[in-house]
């Protein structure tokens, strides 16, 4: 067996629009194709001793032990390994269960799909799925020991894409309220929503948080002279440079002192409650090399213990008691055994990357313990306790309980208070005091300290007590109740017309000042400017459009091919457009029958916001299907070259609105109303409505625009005033005019593209119709003989040319089978074969005869343009 591709889908798709993160892997069957595993020796037996939890895979059967059932029973190799794939991830503890495997038309090739969190660790499973399957079916058993490996790469790259407890909890939360988000390339950045209306988040640091809030809450001096200076209760204390400063601090405070560095974070280089010239001393110089900026504090030791008061947006959204790292003795274990002991929580991990993190030993642990009187051999009493470290840092091992019921109010007011003189949206304030629950101003409580971007975890899975859910009011902050998250998204896609669309639906929208961002064939724009050239139809370039803070709406040109690779880049759209589906890209992809072609675009449909609209074509059954698929949430409107489709009656009956060409006009249709937009005579890019195919693009993307609340005079003004014209649309029906003929320039290139053009060209009565003809290379041989015998019925002569890159064929095989076509269609049709297509359009300009058209279906749009500004040499 042998993985062809590997497929990562990140958006709705083919196969699910509500699952967007899927692996799909190509897979040949090979030697295996059509071995079920009921008849190879000793399969299940091997499958189940190495992974018996396969126990809990319902699988078709619907209930435990089901997927087992049909592996007994014999099933293919690619559904086993659908099932490994996703066993191996839950065994890692990634949560995943949806999967499938489907055959293709190639005899042995599976396409299986499974469900990932981490896309890194979701492709090697696949590859780690199909090793431990070929491993069963030729020795009987995988060794539990590779098992263990697998799993602890699986961790592993499961723990490298990891972002960290605190903003996993706020993108759960954003995800709960169906705000999307985007991982940015740099510095651990998330985006939340899109375009214009997007927020930023780096853990609990947000894009309102203020850099001079953030600057100030580092500098622990500044910040506590600052709070002092307000009347807040803060330590008394004050900064030293040298040791020989130590002895006038120490006069000035009075024993019991602590003393850190000025800069330091972690709790590193801190000691408490010294009492001593000579541990004072100590205490100095261990600061000292803590400290960056060389600034050691000295400040009077306050008894008591350690709240965190977490600060949001001017709240106070919970309180924690942090309590240092300790063991509790049970008057039999040593010190050591009761680290051990508590280590062995599964809530324990290294660093931040759990809810708790593992107790270790280090020189300040066996100091305090010496402290005691105490060693890691030493047993404590049953019930006694023993500090391991002197601070409460999570990150020192050390444990949370949640008091967010328990603070006083007067507490409440003064850690507001300090937020916000330090300013800061979200803000976690230390407190020692020997009670929250009483004002600190009677119990000689203090401030110690304000934290810009405080770690959440102990607010969201205290060690004891009520969990809070802070990430909430985050998003209540970044998202107030009237602010969206979204910028409105249209999305085109058919077969053919999308480009058109996108361009006219941008041009429409532009007519209400927004700035809006669309993404095409020929690039992506921002405003009136490109932002970047290329066949920009995929996820890709949606991303761009996306993630642009200018964008206040995106209208993008969605293609079959990205759809497929890695499905639709936003979750949901606000519109979306299915133009039409016909004969073209058949044949790729597994995508054989236009009714498979047709699944694909529904995704756009599909992927359509409930609140959103869809707008299909009522004269493409394939397309007007679309609206009764019960995936299909969004409110339905269509359009029609023809106000009588029994579709349009029907809609318009029961309130629909619509979209028809009637009478030379097109208009809307709402219940009773009919609304005239405009005339088709006036439309350029009709070129004076003889192109009916643009008037069906026109209606599409003056329907998009009205459902999207654009008012009707402006979509008129905007249909007016676009042109088919090179600037644009560069390559799409540019009727050009050049010496003594025209010359029309367009992108015809599949059986509905020539028929459509073949309605205008059929309207040329004056002259010759010559076309300057080729194809895409990866079209089936049946589709490239169709466009010869197209051609030989819409002009009077042709010159076949080739594309530059013929995408596989061998150079002459694409033009030898479109004369196939021709010849098959008129056997003395005349023609001419010339490959290159510089000399095929130079010859094709020389030799028009007056009042003649010729029409060129260029490869290279731009060069094909540069050549019709040049004079030709003869
Ligand atoms: P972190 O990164 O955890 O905030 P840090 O290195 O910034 O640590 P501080 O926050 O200043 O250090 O102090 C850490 C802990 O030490 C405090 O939470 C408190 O428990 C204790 N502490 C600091 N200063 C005093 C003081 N003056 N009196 C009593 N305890 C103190
Ligand atoms: P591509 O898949 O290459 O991106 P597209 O769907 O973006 O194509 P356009 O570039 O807008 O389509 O148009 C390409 C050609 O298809 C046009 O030049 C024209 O010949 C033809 N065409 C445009 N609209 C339609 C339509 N509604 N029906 C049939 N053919 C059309
Ligand atoms: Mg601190
Ligand atoms: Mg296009």
Redesign the pocket.
């Given at each position: 067996m042998k993985i062809i591709k590997l497929q990562t889908l990140r958006g709705p798709n083919y196969w699910s629009i509500n699952r967007h993160k899927l692996i799909e892997m190509w897979l040949d069957l090979e030697e295996m194709n059509e071995i079920y595993s009921n008849e190879i020796p000793e399969f299940y037996e091997g499958l189940i001793q190495i992974l018996p939890s396969l126990e809990e895979h319902f699988c078709s059967p619907g209930h435990r032990g089901g997927f087992l059932k049909r592996v007994k029973q014999g099933t293919l190799m690619g559904h086993v390994i659908e099932h490994v794939a996703l066993e191996l991830q839950t065994l890692a503890g990634i949560r995943v269960k949806f999967g499938r495997a489907r055959s293709t038309s190639k005899p042995g090739v599976y396409r299986v799909i499974f469900e990932y969190r981490q896309e890194a660790a979701g492709r090697y499973a696949a590859k780690a799925a199909l090793r431990l399957v070929e491993n069963i079916i030729d020795r009987g058993y995988y060794p539990e020991k590779e098992l263990k490996l697998d799993l602890e790469d699986l961790r592993k790259l499961k723990a490298e894409t990891s972002l960290g407890l605190t903003t996993e909890a706020i993108l759960k939360e954003a995800e709960a309220r169906k705000i999307p988000w985007t991982e940015l390339p740099a510095r651990g950045i998330v985006q939340l929503g899109y375009g214009i209306h997007q927020r930023r988040i780096v853990a609990a640091q947000t894009s309102n948080t203020s850099l001079l809030g953030t600057e100030l809450a580092c500098d622990k001096e500044g910040t506590i002279t600052m709070l002092r200076e307000a009347n807040l209760p803060v330590p008394k204390g004050t900064v030293i440079y040298r040791l020989r400063q130590l002895e006038n601090a120490i006069e000035e405070i009075g024993f019991p002192i602590v003393i850190k560095p000025l800069d330091g974070n972690h709790g590193r280089g801190i000691t408490l409650n010294i009492n001593s010239w000579r541990d004072a001393e100590s205490a100095y110089d261990l600061a000292k090399s803590e400290s960056k900026s060389g600034g050691v504090l000295v400040e009077r030791y306050y008894k008591g213990r350690d709240f965190r008061v977490l600060v949001i947006n001017g709240k106070v959204v919970a309180v924690a008691e942090r309590v240092p790292a300790h063991v509790v003795g049970d008057g039999r274990s040593t010190i050591a055994e009761l680290i051990a002991q508590v280590n062995k929580d599964p809530r324990r991990g290294d660093g931040h990357e759990n809810i708790l993190t593992r107790i270790t030993i280090d020189e300040h642990s066996e100091q305090l313990l010496a402290e005691q009187r105490l060693s890691l051999n030493s047993i404590l009493e049953k019930g006694e306790i023993c500090y391991l470290k002197a601070t409460a840092n999570l990150s020192t091992g050390g444990t949370a309980i949640d008091r967010t019921e328990e603070i006083h109010p007067q507490n409440v007011w003064i850690a507001q208070r300090a937020a916000r003189i330090i300013g800061l949206d979200i803000a976690g304030i230390d407190i020692t005091s020997p009670e929250i629950s009483r004002p600190l101003t009677e119990v000689d409580g203090v401030i110690v300290e304000v934290n810009a971007a405080p770690g959440l975890r102990m607010h969201l899975q205290p060690s004891e007590g009520t969990p809070r859910n802070v990430a909430a009011p985050i998003l209540d902050m970044l998202y107030p109740l009237d602010r969206p998250h979204q910028i409105p998204i249209v999305a085109v896609t058919?077969?053919?017309?999308?480009?058109?669309?996108?361009r006219l639906i941008a041009h429409i929208l532009r007519q209400t000042k927004k700035t809006v961002g669309y993404t095409?064939?020929d690039g992506t724009y921002i405003g009136d400017f490109l932002a970047e050239p290329g066949?920009n139809?995929g996820p890709q370039s949606a991303q761009l459009i996306l993630q642009d803070p200018s964008v206040e709406v995106a209208v993008l040109?969605t293609?079959r091919g990205g759809i497929l690779r890695s499905g639709l880049a936003f979750s949901q759209c606000d519109v979306g457009v299915v133009?039409?589906v016909?004969d073209?890209h058949l044949g790729l992809h597994n995508i054989n029958t236009l009714e498979d072609m047709a699944h694909v675009k529904s995704v756009i449909a599909e992927a359509t916001s409930p609140n959103g609209f869809v707008v299909l074509n009522a004269d493409d059954p394939l397309v007007a299907a679309m609206a009764k698929s019960d995936r299909q949430k969004a409110k339905v409107t269509y359009f029609s070259m023809d106000r009588w489709n029994p579709i349009i009656w029907e809609h318009i009956k029961n309130g629909g609105v619509a979209a028809v060409y009637d009478n030379g006009y097109l208009c809307f249709l709402s219940g009773e109303n009919v609304i005239q937009v405009e005339l088709a005579v006036n439309i350029p890019l009709t070129l004076g409505g003889k192109a009916p195919?643009?008037i069906?693009?026109a209606l599409a993307a003056s329907l998009a625009a009205y459902v999207q609340g654009v008012k009707v005079e402006d979509i008129s003004t905007a249909l007016r005033t676009f042109r088919a014209s090179v600037e644009q649309?560069p390559?799409?029906?540019n009727l050009i005019s050049w010496a003594n003929f025209q010359v029309l320039l367009?992108?015809?290139?599949n059986p509905?593209?020539?028929?459509?053009?073949g309605q205008f060209v059929g309207n040329w009565s004056t002259g010759e119709r010559i076309g300057v003809i080729g194809a895409p290379g990866d079209r089936r041989e049946q589709d490239l003989r169709k466009l010869g015998m197209l051609a030989a019925q819409i002009f009077d002569r042709v010159i076949i040319k080739e594309d530059e890159d013929n995408r596989g064929r061998n150079r002459g095989e694409v033009a030898a089978l479109i004369r196939e076509g021709i010849t098959q269609e008129k056997p003395d049709f005349p023609y001419e074969i010339i490959l290159d297509e510089q000399t095929a359009i130079e010859t094709a300009l020389l030799k028009a005869t007056e009042n003649s058209l010729v029409v060129i279906l260029p490869d290279k749009v731009d060069r094909a343009l540069d050549l019709l500004k040049q004079p030709v040499m003869i």
């Open positions: 058919g077969t053919n017309g999308k480009t058109t669309t996108t095409t064939t066949d139809t040109e293609a133009l039409n016909s073209d195919f643009m069906a693009n649309t390559g799409r029906m367009d992108y015809a290139h509905a593209g020539y028929q459509a053009l």
